[in-house]
């Protein structure tokens, strides 16, 4: 059976994964970072990049070990290419080359976006292509139909913030810790999703795309007028997202026939926003899947099974794949008007 050595180091989790073809994860590590990006309330890219550095190399031994693999009974070696921060891509790729260099197996390049959007038939063997996945994230949202192994249709994406990046900002500013998203669903628990009331931008409009900038202001300012209770907010800022959410995703199901609604990303991880594009899919005739919560948010079983997708279709790449800021899983899909671009 096919062997996946999976890396990550694409932005402030440092993973390494041992992933077979028939989906059994023999062994998974994750390290995060948050407590050296604490003290400056983001991720700094350059610590980043440095903690993989010192990281990386002991978790490739601990799930090696863990599994009793040697390097030489691997299949491949996937290491994430890009999208992310550069440093600490360049880092889980060169670490990635080195080995499969040493072991002489080959080498894939794996997008980030692309294990995220994979990952959901890691733990459902019944999810077959196509389906439409709304890919949520601190980096991404979009909804894209995933038609197979590397064949993406973007329908939709935000033009302005990412859907776990308002979850970060509006944690912030009720002064919650990095990463909001996990802060402000535990707090929305004790809230009123009704009593503070918020925009949802885009909700209803004939375009595609997402927008959670005036949100996030919108919380900011209704924190700093000091009249709601932090719960309350939390609350109403969660079901402002979730409706925001799931008016796109509906709008995006009269664009595709794909039987199956995922969802996937790290906002995915949001027991609320879980429930409503469920309940969505149910009432549109759609089966749902979405992975469990720790294939959610950033891992390496997600880079190693898209990697064993990969190996199965006979992609791999040379030793000279280059890592990449950018890489969108959908190259045709033109720019959102709004996001930066002029109409
Ligand atoms: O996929 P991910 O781990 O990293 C990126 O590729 O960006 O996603 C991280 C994002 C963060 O913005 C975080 O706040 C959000 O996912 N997130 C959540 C939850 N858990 C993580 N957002 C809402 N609810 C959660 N439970
Ligand atoms: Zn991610």
């Given at each position: 059976?096919?062997?996946?050595?999976?890396?990550?180091?694409?932005?402030?989790?440092?993973?390494?994964?041992?992933?077979?073809?028939?989906?059994?994860?023999?062994?998974?590590?994750?390290?995060?970072?948050?407590?050296?990006h604490?003290?400056?309330?983001?991720?700094?890219?350059?610590?980043?990049?440095?903690?993989?550095?010192?990281?990386?190399?002991?978790?490739?031994?601990?799930?090696?070990?863990?599994?009793?693999?040697r390097?030489?009974?691997?299949?491949?070696?996937a290491a994430t290419?890009?999208?992310?921060?550069?440093g600490?891509?360049?880092?889980?790729?060169?670490?990635?080359?080195?080995?499969?260099?040493?072991?002489?197996?080959?080498?894939?390049a794996?997008?980030?976006?692309?294990?995220?959007?994979?990952?959901?038939?890691?733990?459902?063997p019944?999810?077959?292509?196509?389906y439409l996945?709304?890919?949520?994230?601190?980096?991404?949202?979009?909804?894209l139909?995933?038609?197979?192994?590397?064949?993406?249709?973007?329908?939709?994406t935000?033009?302005?913030?990412?859907?776990?990046?308002?979850?970060?900002?509006?944690?912030k500013s009720?002064?919650?810790?990095y990463?909001g998203?996990p802060?402000?669903?535990?707090?929305?628990?004790?809230?009123?999703?009704?009593?503070?009331?918020?925009?949802?931008?885009?909700?209803?409009?004939?375009?595609?795309?997402?927008?959670f900038?005036?949100?996030?202001?919108?919380v900011?300012?209704a924190?700093a007028?000091?009249t709601?209770?932090?719960?309350?907010?939390?609350?109403?800022f969660?079901?402002?997202?979730?409706?925001?959410?799931?008016?796109?995703?509906?709008?995006?199901?009269?664009?595709?026939?794909?039987?199956?609604?995922?969802?996937?990303g790290?906002?995915?991880?949001?027991?609320a926003?879980?429930?409503?594009?469920?309940?969505?899919?149910?009432?549109?005739?759609?089966?749902?899947?979405?992975?469990?919560?720790?294939?959610?948010?950033?891992?390496?079983?997600?880079?190693?099974?898209?990697g064993?997708?990969?190996?199965?279709a006979?992609?791999?790449?040379?030793?000279?794949a280059?890592?990449?800021?950018?890489?969108?899983l959908?190259?045709?899909?033109?720019?959102?008007?709004?996001?930066?671009?002029?109409?």
């Open positions: 059976m096919t062997l996946i050595l999976g890396l990550e180091s694409s932005c402030d989790d440092s993973a390494a994964a041992l992933v077979t073809g028939d989906r059994r994860i023999l062994a998974q590590a994750v390290v995060g970072q948050n407590s050296a604490a003290p400056f309330g983001g991720v700094v890219p350059e610590i980043a990049a440095r903690a993989h550095v010192e990281v990386l190399p002991s978790l490739i031994s601990q799930v090696l070990e863990e599994a009793g693999v390097p030489n009974e691997l299949d491949a070696v290419a890009g999208p992310g921060l550069i600490g891509v360049m880092v889980g790729l060169l670490a990635g080359k080195g080995l499969a260099l040493a072991a002489n197996k080959p080498l894939i794996v997008n980030h976006l692309e294990g995220h959007a994979l990952s959901p038939r890691l733990t459902d019944d999810l077959a292509f196509p996945l709304l890919l949520a994230s601190g980096g991404h949202c979009q909804l139909e995933v038609r197979g192994v590397g064949e993406y249709r973007r329908l939709a935000t033009i302005d913030d990412a859907a776990g990046e308002a979850f970060d900002k509006a944690a009720l002064g919650l810790p990463p998203g802060a402000i669903e535990a707090l929305a628990r004790d809230g009123d999703p009704k009593a503070v009331p918020l925009p949802r931008p885009l909700v209803g409009s004939s375009e595609p795309h997402f927008s900038a005036g949100l996030k202001s919108a900011q300012r924190v007028a000091g709601h209770a932090p719960a309350d907010l939390a609350a109403s969660q079901q402002a997202v979730v409706d925001c959410l799931v008016d796109r995703t509906r709008r995006a199901l009269g664009d595709s026939a794909a039987p199956a609604l995922v969802v996937a790290g906002v995915a991880a949001n027991g926003i879980r429930a409503a594009l469920e309940q969505l899919a149910a009432d549109n005739g759609r089966s749902f899947s979405s992975p469990p919560g720790w294939l959610c948010t950033d891992n390496a079983a997600m880079i190693a099974w898209a064993a997708e990969r190996f199965a006979g992609l791999v790449d040379p030793l000279d280059p890592a990449r800021a950018r890489w969108p959908d190259p045709t899909a033109e720019a959102a008007r709004g996001a930066g671009v002029k109409a």
